[in-house]
């Protein structure tokens, strides 16, 4: 079946702008996380949903990041006022439900200018 | 808090070699602990996953890694390398029994495969 879906697979923009990153989970997958990966490093957790609701997002650095799940299945991370810090790999994955094994989709590789 | 350490950020071995890749846990609490490997250009793959289960859990691929609770470790091996083994390997450790707060990875260690 059809893996986890990220769009768009590049981004580049300005510094100051807002982007959106989407995320299309495997179907019937309840649980949905976003990482981001920096050069040379290794995935680095940002949230985690479970259904609608962020059950965990301790890991967004600063209120410039924000995600939506509005109905349980598709997800977006949006970034505010990009900074060239921002630039990275961002990862989707998706589990069946809590502890379950998480299946990565191949990122959207952003770039602040 | 939990942690992950991956000894060596390259490791080059011939192919038909013996691989092994280090990896060190920290987890307050007992852990799952995870091996992905990334190919270039291409998504996370899970290689094999210890759940506290069998301490020796096979993965794809022919690898293999055994948990090590008194060494806080849970090392990378295959017999012998082959060619398409050359990828970007990662540890990584969810230290709460559920999994329901994300994973935290290492920094990864690049697998050279030397013909």
């Known amino acids: 079946g059809a893996g986890v879906s990220q769009t768009p697979s590049n981004k580049v923009t300005e510094k100051g702008k807002y982007v959106e990153l989407r995320c299309d989970p495997i179907s019937g997958h309840t649980a949905l996380y976003w990482y981001r990966q920096s050069l040379g490093q290794g995935p680095e957790f940002l949230i985690y949903?479970?259904?609608?609701?962020?059950?965990?997002d301790s890991g967004l650095p600063n209120d410039r990041f924000f995600a939506v799940r509005p109905e349980g299945s598709v997800s977006t991370l949006k970034i505010q006022r990009t900074e060239r810090g921002d630039s990275a790999v961002y990862l989707c994955?998706?589990?069946?439900?809590?502890?379950?094994?998480?299946?990565f989709g191949p990122g959207t590789r952003l770039t602040v200018l | 808090a939990q942690s992950v350490t991956q000894l060596g950020s390259h490791v080059s071995v011939s192919e038909g070699a013996l691989v092994l890749l280090r990896c060190n846990y920290s987890?307050?609490?007992?852990?799952?602990l995870f091996w992905y490997v990334q190919y270039p250009n291409q998504g996370l793959q899970l290689l094999l996953k210890?759940?506290?289960?069998?301490?020796l859990v096979k993965g794809i691929n022919g690898f293999e890694a055994e948990f090590k609770k008194s060494e806080t470790s849970f090392h990378l091996t295959k017999p012998s390398a082959h060619m398409s083994d050359a990828a970007e390997y990662f540890c990584?450790?969810?230290?709460?029994?559920?999994?329901?707060?994300?994973?935290?990875f290492g920094k990864g260690t690049h697998l050279i495969i030397q013909p």
């Open positions: 949903f479970q259904g609608t609701g962020a059950a965990d």
């Open positions: 987890s307050s609490v007992p852990p799952y």
């Open positions: 210890y759940t506290s289960a069998a301490t």
């Open positions: 994955a998706s589990s069946l439900g809590r502890a379950d094994t998480q299946y």
């Open positions: 990584a450790v969810n230290g709460r029994r559920g999994g329901a707060d994300g994973l935290t």
